[in-house]
């Protein structure tokens, strides 16, 4: 992302305290650029040879670009965290929460989901219910889709990568996010086709969103529905820690 336009003369002194960021070096950057991300807030990313004292003053020129994208943004953190101690959703459904002591691990009880009360452990537990899921879910469905394409994968891959659901590698490894299971059904049956389909067509080019569309002929709202809301999936349940 370039760096947004510097604000106009006139805003706070230099003594402003500054929010907290996260410094990048870069080879390849020939400019500082700023941004406000979803999971590590503000980034300053500089050039090699930047020196912090650029990358504050640039902070420092950007404030009234910076302070209301992080206003945002920390509502949003707030709205998700109010909405996963209401339930975490799954494939379309949502499952109530249930804190319980001494517990480690994550066990599904109906509509209920058995959570340690740690809530740093809660979190671990967590990822590694949803990544489990997100094999038992997701292979099946990979599974039907090659055989229909009549092709074959090397191996299920179950990641959690920042700007992909899922990718296709030249030898045949699918991966696919866990947290498509936050999603609704239709997501994971998209991306799962969509990759499915890189088996054929390792391309994006219109031979391949010819076979695609075949087989989910209505691809563009599942899709539509990952672009405007996949970014709060990373929210509602942050990368676990450690």
Known sequence: MSRPPARRPGGP????????????????ARRITVRVDTDRGLIVTIPARGTVAEAERALRELDGWIAPRLAALQDRRRRAAQDAAAGLPYLGTVLAV??????TRVRRDGDRLLVPADPAERARALEAWY????????????????????????????????TRWGSCSSRGTISLSWRLLLAPVACLDYVVWHEACHLVHPHHGPTFWALLRE????????SGWLRRHGADLRLLLPPAAG
């Open 13 to 28: 002194s230099s003594a402003a305290p500054l929010p907290p960021y996260l410094l990048r070096r870069s080879r390849r």
């Open 98 to 103: 249930a804190a319980e002591a001494g517990r």
């Open 131 to 162: 990544r489990t899921r997100a094999r038992a879910e997701s292979a099946p469905r990979l599974d039907a889709a090659a055989a229909r394409l009549g092709v074959a994968y090397d191996r299920l891959r179950i990641t959690d990568t920042r």
């Open 215 to 222: 087989h989910v002929p209505d691809l563009d709202e599942p």
